[in-house]
């Protein structure tokens, strides 16, 4: 009898000490807890003020799955460089689901993917048509740069800062690109960290930018209404985006994978004659991708490899980003509206930041603010696009130069 | 890269480790990612950066410039043919006008597109409008509005405000 009630009360003990319940409790157990209480915040963010949804939604979930302790979806062990690569075998070996979606993520092969589905949405006829757009897309990467030194004077390695910096450049899969490689593990940050600043910000874009705009210019040049676009081309449209590849990766090698599947995207919507393709790349793919991509990014965020301060600095330094952003593209929209004798209206500046077409919405609505029957939208367009461009290449240069 | 051609040919069955390596082993870069930074290298990063994404942009910018000089100048001409045919038709937009003449006198249509149709149908609109409460409206005038500033008709302007309106 005795033996049965010993039997009993093991099992019962081994079943609770391997319970998720248990190990919320031992030691440590409170940073699962506390990260699961975050996830929490950024899906009401996502569920209850819509911000970025579609991501923040996958990135939340991905958290809570993997800061629900013993459930072993993902290992961040598994991802530390083992003589100074990734143990590839070991990670399909052992990993659990979110580690396996993960190995997209650590290979570079979802970001390029979804910019892919963005090119074939996105029109570059704006910026075809207004070429000087490409200066305030190039303008508005100074967030990119100047974060880079704040975060490097805070004591931020190379890699973290760069990696800090290019939420600056306010695109999420550039953001996840970059992170990805330069963090290597076992520092405080992971790419997870990086996306959720990133998609939280791009969706407070219509907070954080209008009261920078206002602040920078100046009633008149708000009112500034600019000479209506002339009308491009189909074979301007089609040579644009292999041109662009050309160049672009012949400047910035590092920059090819994304500028090349971005341009890839535009390719097959400009040449009218791949409609099934761009049918799957912008909706089923981009989709599936985007599932992919957010859970396991999500799922960075493990709170043994997280928890720490540099958590908030990451969320603080990322809002700086966005703001010198929006700052640098104004800047160099009032430069250019100097130049141009007032004709440019320095407002689509601050769209450069290249949240498409969030920014150029900004742009749009501050604008008509000032003056009810200025529309900017599509001159806010020409800058919007050129800054998908100018942070792919910004994400090149830090790619090639830190290591 | 996008493809490592020789990772392919490997038939070893080491090609998931060789990706490993060629991931992840990187070769020498300027900045060591696992160190803190002193300020000349982070000011030389920032100055770097910039000046190459700057100068990136700036070539796409001038190519743009000379690839849409030659298209601006192709579509000039092009459009410098139709023009010799377009006689033909004012033919017919006289023809309409004496239907327009016959309207209530003091209905000159807008100058611009003196059309008819458009008049016949702002007076059905009206005539619809006034039979469900039992009046009758006359139609004395329809001029075109031009708002001060936009140039734009009353219609593409509110179409635009539709469309312009996210939040």
Redesign the interface.
Known sequence: MGGVIDFFTNTIQGLWEDSGIHALFADGGWKNLLMILISFVFMYLAIAKGFEPLLLLPISFGMLLTNLPMADLYHADLWQ?VD??????KV?RDGGLLDILYLGV???VYPPLIFLGIGCMTDFSP???N??S??L???A??G???T??VA??L?????E??SIAIIGGADGPTAIYVSTR?L?GG?AITTGNIALAAYTYMALV?IIQPPIMRLMTTKKQRAV?MEQL?T??K??KI??PI??TI??SL???SA??LV?MLMFGNLLKESGVAARLIDTAQNALMNIITIFLGVSVGATTKADQIFSLKFGGVMLLGVIAFSLGTACGLLFGKIMYRVTGGKVNPLIGSAGVSAVPMAA?IS??VG?ET???N?L?MHAMGPNV?GV??SA??AG??L???? | ??IHPTLFADTSGQI??E???Q???????????????D?T???A??I???A??????????I???L??GI??K??KQKKAEPVKAAPAPKSASAAAKPAAAKLPPKAPAPAAEDDSEVIAVIMAAIAAMGAADGKQYKLHSVRQVT?R??G?SVWA?AG??D??R??
């Open positions: 460089l100074g690569h990734v143990d590839y075998g399909l650590k290979l570079q910026l075809i048509a070429p000087k490409f200066l897309g190039a303008a990467q100074g990119i740069f100047f880079f030194v490097g004077l004591g931020f390695t190379a890699a800062a760069g330069l290597t520092g219509p209404k002339r491009v081309s074979t301007e040579i644009f041109a662009v160049i672009v400047l910035v090698p090819a994978p090349g919405r749009q609505k008509a003056d009810p029957t529309f939208l050129a461009i100018g290449v910004a240069v830090l090639s130069v830190i290591g | 890269m996008f998931l480790e990706i490993a390596e991931v992840t082993t990187k070769p020498e870069k300027i900045l060591q990612g696992t160190e803190k930074m300020g290298q982070i000011a990063m920032t770097v950066g910039l190459v994404v700057f100068a990136a942009l700036l070539i796409l910018v190519f743009l410039y690839s849409g298209f601006k192709a579509g708002r500033g936009s734009r302007q635009l405000n469309a312009t996210p939040f």
